[in-house]
């Protein structure tokens, strides 16, 4: 995440969202703006697609090649009437980056040669008084390099030959912006961990209009059209005192429905971001109700076994028929009992259009980050356990049935913002455990700790049959491991 970018809460100023160090690539679509973010990143982040117009929102992330860190921001290609929905939008985003940071990258395709596109935008881009850096993008081979010459007449110093898909030339061009932009005197050290919220749901259910509302700055793309989101965008952003990075995601839908190659991989990309945040925003339309498709992405979160909060988006347009006490009750409990498998996770009230109850979101937010921090004595928990098991015994399996002998709750990991509370339980023998007791034994536990937000992750170890011991402590233990957290600081 990018430590040296520090975003507030400023309203539409374009330097809320930036900070010393950034460094906007611009240019028009298809010169391969995103295939050199995504080799200045050190991994693939932007999409790469031969269609033009992939990238439509501002994409950031961090470099730190070249000796020195910067903040790279990649921008939706301008001109050529790409996606004409968009132009205008798009146009506005580059404006805004190109406003907020320090230096400009101007990314050219070698291979076409000097567009009118080009030469229209290096006019507008001569009128700034920020470095500019033209990097001519496509010379793969020494034998290409006199494509550069048509180039030269732009006026721009430095002018730089580059291929981003073979990196040729981009150490070069980043030991070049380090060059330019001011010293870095920030302390990565004094930001501390960001936490990292993905903003997941169904196409158009108002994820990207949470975003800005949240920043109070058209940020990202917002339209009536299903799927402008097509990335998943990370956007630093500070409250406070507190770190996030806000993942706007791309709207997954049903694999059926799924029509394009860049729709695939705006899917996967936008499931990949479940599993690396650190809590989950599901954001589900009031006035549609819950329906299979939210049900299946709070499956991906609980099959991630991620914190989670689920914002009910557009609340505006069902206020009048739920404005008293039970008809709002009601429809809240349909929710519940739709999600009931995501129950851990609490159900709060928003409307982006109106920007109401963005506070409470953030507070509920920090509410399970002091819940995650939250445990249960040993003692406390070995007589609930025990309570469970004379309340209700374990069914029997094959003539045996399961018992617990002991049970432990590990201090929370401090490589996660938001850690997932874990309980071992060492037993009999894990095998002749059922699903439906670990959720007796769940409700049980959270008696005590309702940890809200939170999934409960469960290690069970049992003893080995032939090892002659009778506690947690002898002969050979077997564990059942479940799966890792993602999302960890790198």
Not at 3 to 10: I, L, V, Y
Not at 169 to 178: F, M, Q, S, T, Y
Not at 416 to 430: D, H, K, M, R, T
């Amino acid at each position: 995440m990018p430590q040296a970018m520090e975003t507030r809460n400023h309203g539409t100023n374009p330097n809320s969202i930036m900070s010393s160090r950034s460094v906007a690539i611009v240019g028009r679509p298809n010169v391969g703006k995103s295939a050199l973010f995504n080799r200045l990143a050190g991994q693939r982040i932007s999409i790469v697609h031969d269609m033009p117009g992939v990238t439509r929102d501002r994409i950031t992330a961090e470099c730190k090649i070249g000796g020195g860190t910067f903040t790279i921001v990649d921008t939706g290609g301008i001109g050529a009437d790409v996606d004409t929905d968009f132009t205008k939008q798009v146009r506005a985003e580059v404006e805004i980056a190109m406003t907020a940071c320090d230096l400009i990258v101007f990314v050219v395709d070698g291979q076409a040669g000097l567009t009118p596109t080009d030469q229209e935008l290096g006019r507008m881009l001569r009128r700034t008084d920020k470095p500019v850096i033209l990097a001519i993008n496509k010379i793969d081979h020494d034998k290409h390099s006199l494509h550069t010459i048509d180039f030269a007449r732009m006026g721009f110093d430095p002018l730089m030959a580059i291929s981003a898909e073979h990196d040729r030339g981009v150490r070069g061009l980043a030991e070049r912006i380090n060059a330019l932009l001011p010293a870095d005197d920030e302390d990565p050290a004094a930001t501390g961990r960001a936490v990292k919220i993905a903003l997941v749901g169904r196409p158009n259910v108002g994820k990207s209009s949470i975003t800005n509302a949240i920043l109070e700055d058209d940020r990202t793309l917002v339209s009536p059209i299903s799927g402008t989101t097509r990335d998943a965008v990370d956007i630093p952003y500070q409250r406070g005192d507190q770190n996030f990075v806000l993942i706007d995601t791309a709207g997954i839908r049903p694999r059926g429905k799924v029509s394009t190659s860049v729709e695939v991989f705006s899917v996967m990309r936008s499931e990949g971001s479940i599993r690396r945040a650190d809590l989950c925003v599901l954001v589900i339309d009031a006035s549609m109700g819950v329906t299979a498709q939210d049900k299946k992405i709070a499956g991906m979160i609980k099959e991630a076994r991620k914190p989670c909060v689920v914002a009910i988006n557009k609340w505006d347009l069902i206020e009048e028929r739920t404005a008293d006490k039970a008809a709002l009750k009601e429809v809240l409990d349909d929710m519940h009992a739709e999600l009931f498998f995501l129950s851990y996770a609490p159900l709060i009230l928003l409307s982006a259009k109106t920007g109401a109850s963005m506070d409470r979101l953030f507070k509920r937010i920090e509410n399970v980050r002091e819940a995650s921090r939250r445990r249960i004595g040993t003692g406390p928990l070995n007589r609930l356990i025990t309570q469970a098991q004379n309340q209700q015994s374990p069914a029997m399996r094959s003539g045996r049935r399961f018992k617990m002998l002991y049970a432990t709750q590990p201090e929370p990991s401090k490589h996660f913002a938001i850690p997932v509370p874990e309980v071992v339980v060492f037993c009999n023998e894990y095998k002749l455990m059922d699903e439906s007791y670990q959720r007796f034994l769940e409700s049980k536990i959270r008696t005590e700790e309702p940890w809200e937000g939170l999934p409960l992750m469960f290690h069970f170890r049992g003893r080995e049959e032939q090892g002659g011991g009778k506690g947690p402590g002898k002969g050979r233990v077997k564990a059942k491991t479940p799966r890792k957290q993602s999302g960890s600081s790198k």
